[in-house]
């Protein structure tokens, strides 16, 4: 009887990840939050200076805490959720702010302010009673 030999098994090749960030181009450019180009700027500068991933999300939030009750929240991801954040762009950079921090940050305008005797992100909230005196955290 002739040798047979079997076929070895098919293997696919791995299926890329899904992104769960949405292209820029296809998301509204007007959120609950405006980030001025000077933010949009250093947020670019500290991506590339941390090497992280291209297309990373600024994620903007606030949490309890802070001398005035609670404090904001900047930081980056690789993925959005959709059903719990609200997702768009400003000046091309992809920003998400949780829909529950939503009533606490409605309105408020993010920059940067780089001078010579400070250096850092601004908040101006139209929802804060009450802030601290370095801006970082506030009461609504």
Do not use: W
Not at 52 to 63: A, T
Not at 100 to 128: Q, S, W
């Amino acid at each position: 009887m002739p040798a047979t030999a079997e076929a070895a098994p098919a293997t696919a090749a791995p299926a890329a990840p899904e992104s769960t960030v949405p292209n820029a181009a296809d998301l509204p450019t007007e959120g609950c939050v405006t980030v001025t180009e000077a933010a949009v700027a250093e947020v670019r500068r500290v991506i590339a200076e941390q090497a992280l991933p291209e297309g990373s999300v600024l994620r903007v939030g606030v949490s309890g805490g802070g001398c005035s009750g609670f404090s904001y929240a900047l930081g980056f991801d690789d993925k959005v959720d959709e059903a719990k954040d609200e997702v768009f762009t400003q000046h091309g950079q992809v920003v998400a702010v949780p829909y529950k921090c939503g009533p606490h940050l409605e309105g408020t305008v993010i920059d940067f302010y780089a001078g010579v005797e400070k250096r850092g992100f601004t908040f101006e909230n139209p929802n804060a009673r009450n802030t601290c005196g370095c801006g970082s955290s506030f009461s609504a």
